[in-house]
């Protein structure tokens, strides 16, 4: 299972860090990533990490202000989001795969276990 937390409300310019934690783990992610929804919207990938590697990979809003992380010996995976926007208002979500191939990263249907979301809301 895949536990979110840490979502909040935040001016623009402001800073908040997103955790995800896996709890009763029975498989071994190749990736870990994190999602959004916005309001009326779909959702959308934000960025995601390589669970062995560390390679990270960003959606193009987000590069420079987003740092995704993954620690082993806390089985978790981390999103600083720096300089908000109020267009980063969203439901996130983090995502596990123990399969995912890399071409299929930014793509929220090739990820099998999904964590609850957490709210962040960014006021301008």
């Known amino acids: 299972q895949l536990q979110a937390s840490g979502g909040g409300s935040v001016q623009a310019g402001g800073s908040l860090t997103l955790s995800c934690a896996v709890s009763g783990r029975t498989f071994s992610p190749r990736v870990m990533a994190w999602f959004r929804q916005a309001p009326g919207k779909g959702r959308d990938f934000v960025a995601a990490v390589k669970w062995r590697g560390g390679h990270t990979f960003y959606e193009d809003s987000v590069k420079g202000r987003f740092t995704i992380s993954r620690d082993h010996a806390e089985d978790a995976v981390y999103l600083r989001m720096n300089n908000l926007r109020p267009e980063d208002t969203a439901v996130y979500y983090c995502?596990?795969?123990?399969?995912?191939?890399?071409?299929?990263?930014?793509?929220?249907?090739?990820?099998?276990?999904w964590g609850q979301g957490t709210l962040v809301t960014v006021s301008s």
């Open positions: 995502a596990a795969d123990p399969s995912i191939i890399q071409s299929s990263i930014p793509f929220q249907t090739a990820y099998n276990y």
